[in-house]
Nanobody
Framework: QVRLVESGGGSVQAGGSLRLSCRFS????????MGWFRQAPAKPREGVAA???????IYPDSVKGRFTLSKDHSRNNLYLEMNSLKPEDTAMYYC????????????????WGQGTQVTVSK
């Protein structure tokens, strides 16, 4: 078992930036896949960034060039740097992970954080 705890959400104006953090309760090793997902009201949950065991990172077109996923050396923390935020980025953001996934692909998480709210105003 592993627990994920997000932090760093908040309210910003369009064009602003936020950095989300996700702390894992233990070292998960090199094979785990991790990522960030978001869900806006009345919309399905969608992936916004994911990293596989080889360090490949994928983004949907809607955030590419604006969002950056990173991990620290201890492998216990995952980050999402979000720049040039838009009102349509408003959502609950979730950190998620799974112990194995296909290369350069979205995955179905086994573990989820509790979520952190991001609100972007015009």
């Amino acid at each position: 078992q592993v627990r994920l705890v997000e932090s760093g959400g908040g309210s910003v104006q369009a064009g602003g930036s936020l950095r989300l953090s996700c702390r894992f309760s233990r070292d998960t090793g090199d094979k785990w896949c991790m990522g960030w997902f978001r869900q806006a009201p009345a919309k399905p949950r969608e992936g916004v960034a994911a990293i596989d065991r080889d360090g490949n990172i994928i983004y949907p077109d809607s955030v590419k060039g604006r969002f950056t996923l990173s991990k620290d050396h201890s492998r216990n923390n995952l980050y999402l740097e979000m720049n040039s935020l838009k009102p349509e980025d408003t959502a609950m953001y979730y950190c998620a992970a799974v112990d194995e996934c296909a290369s350069k692909s979205w995955f179905i998480p086994d573990y989820w954080g509790q979520g952190t709210q991001v609100t972007v105003s015009k």
